[in-house]
């Protein structure tokens, strides 16, 4: 998809005019899904909600009807010289009750709507992120997915209470005009027509310009990205260090000012023109209603109604007025609502990862792990990441991959965790393809910590617990994993041992070294005591020669009945593996032992030798 494009195309859809009758419907297909998810959410509020509205929308009738009793009933006892004044008494107090009944109706509304707001934002919110869970890592690379999430984010959680609110809302109203029409019907049935036609103009111009304002929201989700990686560039302590030191801080500042202004640009023209639409039309209607209001003033003054219907009516016709505004309002909003909902269920629709199979074992398990004929492309590349691959790696032997950056070696780990599938070939784990394995179940066999391993804001204990979910909380796990690690000394010299918080985003945070960070992150794999695949993709680049030999030379031990592999710059490491991997731009060009590849005189030897020379 071309971005260009894209934004060229939603530009003109900023111009459009009204929608058609079949698009203007076509967007509330959202609805019973919003109204499905705000009763799953709290059945015993949304009824409350239901009745309150029911309730609301009945008594501003009975007010009116009340009203007119009592100034009838004023006239009648100023006529007889003050009888029947106890019967204005029990009206007004009538009146009384069901005003403050109306207020108790509104006041529960507000209440329902407060807890549902908070009960739904969580949700959506909740769901937001379990989608995530289900999503390929492809769609997390992709800016057009992002921009899918950005909206979804900013805008969906509240919408789905907004459309419920407002269908309740509309259906109060609906309520009160029907008690409206009845009591004005009485007066005259072009009275009802007037009151109907007069909120037209307003109901039209409000969802031409809903319309508008969700395709500006649309086509502004790149832009509003752009603001917010800036602000956690300027405010973070990974981002702020460079940020000062190579003084990008005025420069990045003004960008976000200048994307700022761009957008508020937009804003404006969009707000002058709604409000001035909103302000000639909003007159049409005062017109209609002082028109109404002479008629029935004149046809009080023939004596054809008392002066207490005549209160009624105009009551009445004021307040049928506004239900029909708010009906009318509410409908536009729902359409407005309903655009946003098609962001929130646009990203829940996105595809999840593919689950082909149910293989928790494979049918040969001293087969170990095939790669047969394996190439793979990432979407949008112009060449292929990696090149029929055939590679065969049996229990029990450590292989290590040798390449420059780009290579492709995390991309083959990502391949064999199934992050990715590949474009062509295929790769067997235990003489089962992998797309035949559950995802969860082939995931459990392998440990995998990359280079760009996560640094997680959480205590030490916890960040050695993430690499086995299931003993996550397990103390002497931590320290067991940590002590094969050589991390267990200085987490030991911490202020708080394995509870010390790591970071700087909440308080009494301690920031690591790198070299401390990546001891923490070979912990987790230490920590996976059941993967019988273990992966370290240059987890030690911070950590010095002889730490690094040391390290895996302990780790080569702990784990000779298992699978390993290592990726890793250093020669010295490399070598302690029994199977090395030569890889190029994508293709293998060597493998064999340490003592083979030195005979071959090739590619690892020239690379061995260099790297030897630099110690000599």
């Not at 071309?2 to 698009?23: C, F, M, V, W, Y």
């Not at 030999?549 to 593996?577: C, G």
Request: hydrophobic share 45%.
């Amino acid at each position: 998809m071309n971005p260009h494009a894209s934004k060229t195309d939603t530009r003109a859809g900023n111009r459009q005019e009204l929608p058609s009758i079949k698009q203007f419907l076509g967007v509330f297909r959202y609805s019973r899904r919003a109204l499905d998810l705000v009763w799953d959410t709290s059945r015993g509020l949304t009824l409350w909600l239901a009745l309150l509205t029911v309730i609301a929308g009945i008594l501003p009738a009975a007010v009116a009807y009340i009203g007119q009793l009592i100034v009838d009933s004023v006239v009648a006892a100023a006529n007889a010289q003050g009888a029947g004044a106890d019967e204005v008494v029990r009206f007004v107090v009538l009146e009384g009750l069901v005003v403050v009944a109306v207020a108790a109706a509104q006041r529960g509304i507000s209440v329902c709507q407060s807890l549902l707001r908070a009960l739904l934002g969580q949700r959506v919110n909740v769901m937001i992120l379990e989608k995530a869970q289900t999503l390929q890592l492809r769609d997390f690379e992709d800016s057009e997915f992002y921009d899918k999430l950005v909206r979804a984010r900013r805008e969906a959680s509240q919408r789905p209470l907004s459309l419920v609110t407002r269908t309740f809302g509309l259906l109060q109203n609906l309520i009160s005009l029907v008690s409206y029409a009845f009591l004005l019907i009485q007066f005259s049935p072009w009275a009802v027509v007037v009151l109907l036609l007069a909120g037209l103009p307003a109901f039209v111009a409000e969802t031409k310009f809903a319309g508008d304002a969700f395709r500006l929201f649309r086509w502004r989700s790149p832009e509003t990205r752009m603001q917010i990686y800036l602000e956690t560039v300027l405010t973070r302590e990974d981002g702020v260090k460079e940020v000062k030191l190579f003084q990008m801080g005025p420069r990045l500042l003004q960008r976000y000012r200048d994307i700022f202004k761009k957008l508020f640009k937009e804003d404006r023209k969009l707000t002058i023109r709604r409000d001035s639409w909103g302000f000639v039309l909003g007159v049409l209607g005062s017109i209609a209603f002082y028109v109404a209001y002479a008629w029935i003033a004149l046809t009080a003054v023939k004596g054809q109604i008392t002066l207490g219907q005549m209160t009624m009516y105009l009551m009445v016709f004021r307040q049928g007025q506004s239900a029909v505004s708010a009906m009318l309002t509410a409908i536009g909003g729902m359409y407005e609502d309903n655009l946003y909902l098609s962001n929130l269920y646009e990203y829940l629709e996105q595809p999840a990862l593919p689950n082909f199979g149910e293989l928790s074992a494979g049918p040969d398990p001293d087969d170990g792990i095939r790669f047969e004929g394996v190439s793979f492309q990432y979407p949008g590349a112009a060449q292929a990441a990696l090149e029929n691959i055939n590679l065969h790696l049996k229990p029990g032997q450590s292989m290590a991959l040798v390449g420059e950056n780009g290579s492709g070696k995390t991309t083959l780990i990502k391949l064999l965790s199934r992050l990715y599938d590949p474009t062509e070939g295929r790769i067997l784990l235990d003489g089962a393809d992998l797309k035949q394995w559950n995802v969860e179940a082939l995931r459990e066999r392998i440990g995998v910590i990359f280079q760009d391993f996560g640094r997680y804001q959480f205590t030490v204990g916890e960040n050695i617990g993430t690499g086995d979910v299931r003993r996550f909380d397990d103390e002497s796990g931590w320290q067991r994993a940590a002590d094969m690690a050589k991390a267990d000394d200085f987490i030991q010299a911490m202020p708080k041992s394995y509870q010390t918080q790591l970071g700087r985003w909440f308080k009494g945070g301690r920031e690591l070294s790198g070299g401390q960070w990546q001891k923490v992150a070979l912990s987790r794999a230490f920590m996976r005591e059941q993967a019988d695949i273990l992966v370290l993709d240059e987890p030690t680049a911070a950590i010095d020669a002889r730490a690094e030999a040391e390290v895996f030379e302990h780790f080569r031990q702990l784990s000779h009945d298992k699978i390993t592999i290592l990726i890793s710059h250093r020669f010295s490491t490399v070598r302690m593996a029994d199977h090395i991997v030569v890889i190029e731009k994508g293709q293998l060009i060597e493998q064999g032992s340490h003592e083979e590849l030195m005979q071959n005189q090739d590619h690892y030897a020239q690379l061995f030798t260099l790297q030897a020379k630099g110690y000599q």
